[in-house]
């Protein structure tokens, strides 16, 4: 992740350096590569095939990693919307009784990031992963 971050930090500070545009416009476009980023990190995450507490760790550590260089990096403040992403890794170690109010709780997943999320939630149980699969499909009808 860092490695990513450094190879594009030259060309972020030429294109948002704070005394080349307005504040207006560099607070806007910075807002902007954050969500941007944020959900492309989300893709990722909610992709993987195999996760373990561990992998959950890292994935908080990562995310972590990456705040820390974007506050280095920008004076917007204070990040915006990291909630989506620190919410998803969260919901990993939900048990599975809770995790159906979780659920109806969350509007910004998609049915994907939700469906990957639900097959580690409920790895125990089949019966389980067969009702809160029929609950997301219920709910999703009712928020179309």
Partial sequence: MGQVLSDYDSRVLCVCYPQILPPEIYN?????????CYHTLLDGFSAVRKCTNEDRALMQLDFRHFQVKVES?????????????????????????????????????????????????SQGSKKIRLNLTSFMEDLDLNRR
């Fill in 73 to 121: 990096l920008t004076r917007l403040r204070p990040l915006p919307d990291p909630h989506i992403v620190e919410t998803y890794i969260k919901a990993y170690y939900l048990p599975e009784n809770s995790f159906e109010k979780w659920i109806q709780e969350q509007t910004e997943y998609n049915p994907r990031q939700m469906m990957n999320l639900l097959q580690y939630v």
């Fill in 28 to 36: 806007i476009l910075w807002d902007q590569i954050l969500r941007a």
